[in-house]
């Protein structure tokens, strides 16, 4: 297979603190690729380590065949890159910061003006083309970063938590964006910390304090998980979750609504009896049910921390 | 009393973000200080010193001796001799001499027929600075001791003056030249410093890293715009100048320009080195005040450089704005060119080209 992205043992450290360590990562041409973890795991930083934007103080990296940071600003035109913060100039015009981006990346003239109309048009942008960028809904920045982001047609777009400043369906159609770049041959790396968003990707990788935990495709990570998931539902919700969190076996416990989310170790034949056996505050009333595996199961087994 | 309480919720806080801004803290403590000093240095009408030039053409024992009286008077030091009228004009107009001290052949006639009251010499004296040519003005009546029992009538000068380039010894001819090294200092300093910072700020530099841009293109890119902000505040501040209050525009127009560019190009270079120290709009406008005030102070702009304390001229030659004083007040006022002005010219391009190499490599296109 054909890698888009190679790394071996990358680290980073600030002083004394390590942002990234040893991170191995094989990226096939063609695929979304996510970074799920919680805040300060080091996806930013990852990314911005894979973009030559900072420096490795130990590992090798390749981006499309070339090593990095070495060989960083001949990369720079076949890849794209959407900041986590708005980055594009709020008093320009949509059109003036697409016009910007474009001779930023050396487009020449006619390419230039087919390809913003082109961008405006797929990205519902055209009827605001003249409005100052400032002036756009956080939907509307988000496709016009990425219309910016893929305006010079890279081979690999790395897009840094794209949806954290906008709604649920607005997160949808940009989604359906990316399927699209993707369909066309772009490998997209994308960093986020929305289960959902993780859901959607290809391939998956776990981060947690600049660990790589796990990685694999969504759907495997869930079949895979090293436990089990039993949803419990009734009254005294609160004082049952302070009883199970100290029997052995369970991994974590998180209320969600009327219900307790139970992660049990998958070494536990079965799960049901062995929670009513040692839980004495489970009443006849309570109903237990074992349930399939959601990536936020996966998130909390992977990362390991009893909550 | 809750009031009092909320009051001191937020003066607390605003000691604990201010502790923490130490450049801001740091301005606290340094401007008074600094500025104090410079003041205290720089306004010192008492001037010493002064680099004049001689032409004797007596060459004779009382010739001699007045130059030196002239010499004990310590006002000025004779830093050249000239021998032709012609050559001691063009050292005043290139500045190497603020005045020259012109001694006749009939000097011992002079001094000798007290009844035709005629001056023993002659000052020519470049006018472009009024302090340091009321100070050159101050010798004309100076009573020599060694030609007394010739000379007891003081009612005829000891000298006589000429002013060049600002006979009536009006303010604006002096003021506005400089006032254009003042203005240009604090827009150009402040435009491109806040200009760069502010994208930090916003986060656009975060995106332009990521392109194929380069640290220098980004440089010159943006200080483009600003050397034709600067050109545009030279015509209006020397138009103005020139028809409101009749300040004489005798040098040509091209040398003008040229040392505008060379004084804008170095003021964007240290506006540039300003971005990548300050991380907020606030900061560089902290530290663009931090040059104002000596490039107003010691430049020459208020204060003559020949009052200054030998440290202070220090100072003043590392500004960019002392040289461009100089080369302004030369150009405009008395049509020199900038190859009289070799020194200053060489030192606004040599603070340029340096300036610009360690903005360039203060500014790394990398995060590390």
Not at chain 1, 50 to 65: F, R, V, Y
Request: glycine share 6%; hydrophobic share 45%; with cysteine.
């Amino acid at each position: 297979m054909d890698f888009a992205i190679e790394a071996h043992g990358v680290t980073r450290r600030f002083g004394t603190y390590t942002a990234v360590d040893k991170l191995d990562l094989r990226i096939p041409k063609g695929t979304i690729y996510g970074f799920l973890g919680p805040n300060g795991s080091g996806k930013s930083t990852s990314i911005r380590l894979l973009t030559g934007l900072l420096t490795p103080d130990a590992g090798t990296i390749n981006i499309l065949g070339l090593d990095l940071p070495r060989q960083a600003e001949l990369l720079r035109t076949r890849i794209g890159y959407m900041t986590q913060r708005f980055s594009l100039f709020g008093d320009l015009t949509l059109i003036e910061n697409l016009q910007f981006i474009a001779r930023i990346y050396s487009l020449d003239r006619k390419l230039m003006k087919a390809r913003i109309a082109e961008l405006l048009e797929l990205y519902e942008l055209a009827d605001r083309s003249n409005l100052l960028a400032d002036s756009l809904s956080g939907g509307q920045k988000q496709r016009l970063a990425l219309a910016a982001a893929t305006i010079h047609q890279p081979e690999l777009l790395f897009l840094d938590e794209p949806t954290s400043a906008v709604d649920p369906e607005n997160r949808r159609d940009f989604w359906e964006k990316l399927f699209d770049l993707s369909d066309a041959g772009t490998t997209i790396l994308v960093s986020t910390h929305y289960m959902d968003e993780a859901e959607r990707c290809h391939y998956l990788a776990i981060l947690e304090a600049g660990v790589k935990r796990a990685d694999d495709t969504p759907q495997n990570l869930m079949n895979n998980m090293k436990a089990n998931v039993v949803e419990i539902s009734g009254p005294n919700l609160r004082q049952l979750k302070q009883q199970l969190l100290s029997v052995p076996h369970v991994k974590s416990v998180a209320q969600q609504g009327v219900q307790l989310r139970v992660l049990v170790d998958k070494q536990v034949v079965d799960p049901l009896d062995y929670i009513r056996a040692a839980t004495p505050g489970l009443q006849a009333l309570h109903l237990l049910a074992l349930v399939r595996p959601s990536l936020e199961d996966v998130f909390v087994t992977s990362t390991g921390g009893r909550h | 009393m809750r009031f009092l309480g909320r009051i001191a919720a937020i003066t607390l806080k605003e000691f604990r973000q201010l502790s923490r801004d130490r450049l801001t803290f740091g301005m606290v403590v340094m401007i008074p200080l600094i500025q104090l000093l410079m003041f205290g240095y720089a306004i010192n009408n008492n001037i010493r010193n002064i680099n004049v030039g001689l032409l004797d053409e007596a060459q004779s024992f009382a010739s001699r001796s007045i130059i030196e009286a002239v010499k004990a008077t310590q006002v000025v030091i004779i830093t050249a001799r000239f021998e032709s009228v012609q050559e001691a004009e063009a050292a005043i107009t290139a500045g190497q001499v603020r005045a020259v001290l012109v001694l006749p052949r009939d000097l011992e006639h002079r001094a000798a027929n007290k009844a035709s009251q005629q001056a023993l010499g002659q000052w020519l004296i470049d006018g472009s600075d009024n302090i340091v040519s009321s100070a050159l003005l101050g010798l004309r009546n100076m009573p020599l001791q060694e030609l007394q029992r010739n000379f007891t009538q003081q009612s005829t000068p000891t000298f006589e003056a000429v002013l060049y380039f600002n006979p009536e010894r009006r303010t604006p001819v002096n003021i506005v030249p400089g006032l254009l090294a003042v203005i240009l200092t604090m827009t150009m300093i402040l435009f491109t410093a806040t200009a760069i910072v502010r994208e930090k700020e916003r986060g656009n530099i975060e995106l332009l890293i990521t392109t194929p841009v380069r640290s220098l293109e980004l440089m010159l890119g943006k200080i483009i715009p600003f050397i034709l902000i600067g050109l545009t505040q030279m015509t209006i501040i020397l138009s103005l100048g020139h028809f409101v209050f009749q300040v004489p525009i005798n040098g040509q127009p091209l040398q003008i320009v040229g040392a505008t560019l060379l004084f804008i190009s170095a003021s964007l270079t240290l506006g540039l080195i300003i971005s990548t120290i300050a991380k907020t709009q606030l900061q560089a406008m902290q530290m663009t005040v931090f040059i104002l005030l000596p490039s107003i102070l010691l430049s020459g702009f208020m204060f003559p450089y020949e009052g200054m304390p030998v440290p202070a001229q220090y100072i003043a030659e590392a500004l960019p704005a002392t040289h461009f004083v100089r080369m302004i007040r030369g150009v405009v006022l008395r049509d020199a060119s900038l190859m009289n002005m070799q020194a200053d010219t060489a030192y606004l391009i040599g603070f340029t080209v340096i300036g610009l190499i360690i903005a360039t490599l203060k500014f790394k296109k990398s995060l590390d």
